[in-house]
């Protein structure tokens, strides 16, 4: 998924994103935008995941929002 449909699909999928990183909130989703750079950013700070590790979920992630 490219960033302008991550950003375009964005208010959707908050929910999903909720639901698979539970320690996310509501001030991290407004602050993520739909940036995927930002959101692996905070999957980093808030789960000590490496920035390759945090790539990687958020591919998968992408690919199940297919």
């Not at 950003?7 to 940036?35: A, C, F, H, P, Y």
């Not at 980093?44 to 945090?54: H, I, L, V």
Request: aromatic share 6%; glycine share 10%; no cysteine.
């Amino acid at each position: 998924m490219n960033e302008s449909v991550l950003k375009g699909k964005w208010n959707q999928m908050m929910g999903s994103v909720k639901k698979r990183w539970g320690e996310i909130t509501d001030d991290d989703l407004d602050m993520i935008e739909g940036d995927a750079q930002k959101l692996v950013g905070i999957i980093q700070e808030k789960y000590g995941k490496s920035k390759e590790e945090a790539e990687e979920e958020v591919r998968e992630f992408e690919k199940e929002q297919k």
